[in-house]
């Protein structure tokens, strides 16, 4: 069995992390405490193509990365989640669980600055990578901008970057009149590439879908592609836009097909984790 699934040629591609991180921030965030036993994992994305093996080699990296919390039920293992991981879920959950996450209410922008030299290029790699996370696009080297106002220290928090703040700056602005922010918008964002992201989504999870047939299996592939989704596109201001934008279908398939979900996964959940457990080494 593969260890990521293609739907098609330009269909999802879900790796186990982003599948794990989607199942606990669907079923575990803020519902449950006791830790689950490795089983519900495998098996879960099991379903999506990932085997066995990728499934404990990820929940391992996830242990040492600090994200989760490893130990033995009698002879089965069992996983839940640590501080920095129920953070970054509660915070990314802000524009999950939001109906309309892709709309800009102002014209407000943050600006965020650094300068890291080539020593420190691990530290720098890992600042970009949390600055997209956070919604950020790059306006050119060292400048990065993002609509609204961001949590700049939530990027930086429980980390080594946080040594990165002595040599970095944001700042909240809005355009003066004449400054061309369309022009800005397409060098900080791949608008095609994004377009064809919310393109990909729509085909996944439109009215054409066929079910799986397991809630729980759906629910999680839904919300893995709904974060990715998220991470590309940041709520830009539909002012700087193409026409026919996407975003707001893409909201609205997203919502349909939770809710047309939620309570059979909830319930399928619940039944899966209280089916007895097979020892696992």
């Not at 939001?98 to 790699?125: G, I, K, M, N, Q």
């Not at 060292?142 to 939530?154: C, V």
């Not at 355009?175 to 900080?188: D, K």
């Amino acid at each position: 069995m593969a260890d990521a699934r293609t739907e098609d040629s330009t269909g999802p591609r879900r790796r186990p992390q982003q599948l794990l991180l989607a199942l606990l921030g669907t079923f575990v965030l803020d519902r449950r405490e006791e830790p689950l036993p490795s089983r519900v994992f495998i098996e879960t994305i099991g379903d999506l193509g990932i085997s066995e093996m990728a499934t404990r080699a990820t929940l391992t990296r996830m242990v040492n990365k600090g994200l989760l919390e490893k130990r033995k039920d009698g002879r089965v293992a069992v996983y839940g989640l640590r501080g920095n991981a129920e953070r970054m879920l509660r915070d990314a959950s802000k524009r999950v669980r939001s109906r309309s996450p892709f709309t800009s209410a102002d014209d407000t922008w943050t600006l965020f600055t650094f300068s890291l030299p080539e020593s420190r290029r691990e530290v720098r790699d890992q600042l970009r990578a949390r600055l997209m996370w956070a919604g950020f696009g790059c306006l050119r080297d060292g400048l990065w901008i993002a609509p609204g106002t961001p949590g700049l220290d939530t990027i930086l928090v429980d980390s080594p970057l946080a040594e990165a703040l002595a040599e970095s700056g944001g700042f909240v602005a809005r355009p003066l009149p004449g400054t061309p922010m369309a022009a800005f918008v397409q060098r900080a964002w791949d608008l095609t590439a994004l377009r064809a992201e919310h393109e990909s989504f729509l085909r996944t999870w439109g009215t054409d879908r066929t079910p799986s047939g397991n809630p729980v299996t759906e629910l999680t592939a839904l919300v893995a592609d709904w974060l990715h989704l998220l991470r590309a596109d940041p709520g830009l201001p539909g002012r700087y836009l193409p026409e026919d934008w996407p975003s707001s279908r893409s909201a609205d398939t997203y919502w349909a097909v939770w809710d047309r979900l939620e309570t059979a996964a909830y319930d399928a959940f619940e039944e899966l984790i209280s089916t007895p457990a097979r020892p696992v080494p």
